[in-house]
């Protein structure tokens, strides 16, 4: 199995991107899939999931109301749309796997199959 993310970059504070993970080797209809990011110097955190369906959603608080997590079963493919973006938003962010469909994990050890990650830069 193996999660392709892309779509980082260098945006300036306020501003957009757009993240894709396509994964291959599996079929993601069977997964809730999630993303987390890494800051430097800090340990991965939980972003937000999505069920197998994509009937449900969650978020961290800190992202809640600026960014979107959805999916294309066809395409096995999630995304992450980042709107108004923050500095404090500067990361690696990671998809990943759930282990399974009955819950939105929020714990990465509860995601098997993980993406090499994506930087995404906020300037103020």
């Known amino acids: 199995v193996q999660l392709q993310a892309s779509g980082g970059g260098l945006v300036q504070a306020g501003g957009s991107l757009r993240l894709s993970c396509a994964v291959s080797g599996r079929t993601i209809s069977s997964n809730n899939m999630g993303w987390f990011r890494q800051a430097q110097g800090k340990e991965r955190g939980f972003v937000a999931a999505i069920s197998w369906s994509g009937g449900a959603t969650s978020y961290a608080d800190s992202v809640k109301g600026r960014f979107t997590i959805s999916r294309d079963n066809a395409k096995n493919t999630v995304y992450l749309q980042l709107n108004s973006l923050k500095p404090e938003d500067t990361a690696v962010y990671y998809c990943?796997?759930?282990?399974?469909?009955?819950?939105?994990?929020?714990?990465?050890?509860?995601?098997?199959?993980w993406g090499q990650g994506t930087l995404v830069t906020v300037s103020s």
């Open positions: 990943a796997t759930d282990i399974g469909r009955t819950y939105l994990h929020r714990s990465p050890r509860d995601y098997d199959y």
